[in-house]
């Protein structure tokens, strides 16, 4: 069985690639309400054994990557569309693509970012995104 490799993930602003991502971590939480009551009493004891029902899922990323160029606006304008969509809480997309074409389309906003860049080197961010949405990529549909 072959390993599943990381592939084309890239982030979108209003449909338009500015950025590729190099490091993708998600991470997923569950809340839970108690609702235990009197009668989940341990049989034989006074205790009562907890019961919790989940309520809400929360979904997050940890990306990294690189700022790649507008095709609209040129040189640079990627980076500033990143930076710009992530300082106002814009809704952006990250396209989470394994190698065989199978993945997922997260929308969402940043909750935190980064950036940096030196001379000689590809201009380069990092931030958490709060994913509202998840929907299934699946080739050829």
């Not at 009551?37 to 929360?58: C, N, T, Y």
């Not at 106002?88 to 993945?103: D, F, L, P, Q, R």
Request: aromatic residues 8%; glycine residues 10%; charged residues 20%.
């Amino acid at each position: 069985m072959d390993e599943v490799k990381f592939a084309e993930t890239i982030l979108e602003v209003q449909d338009e690639v500015v950025a590729k991502i190099t490091s993708f971590n998600r991470n997923v939480t569950i809340s839970e309400e108690d609702v235990t009551g009197a009668e989940d009493v341990i049989p034989g004891s006074d205790i009562l054994h907890s019961q919790f029902v989940s309520i809400a899922k929360g979904e997050t990323a940890a990306v990294a990557g690189i700022a790649i160029e507008s095709a609209v606006a040129g040189l640079d304008a990627g980076q500033s569309e990143l930076k710009d969509a992530a300082e106002t809480g814009e809704i952006v997309s990250i396209k989470h693509t394994k190698a065989n074409g199978y993945g997922n389309n997260m929308t969402g906003f940043f909750t935190s970012y980064e950036e940096t860049g030196s001379v000689g080197s590809v201009y380069k961010f990092s931030g958490s995104f709060r994913v509202n949405t998840n929907v299934p990529i699946v080739p050829g549909s």
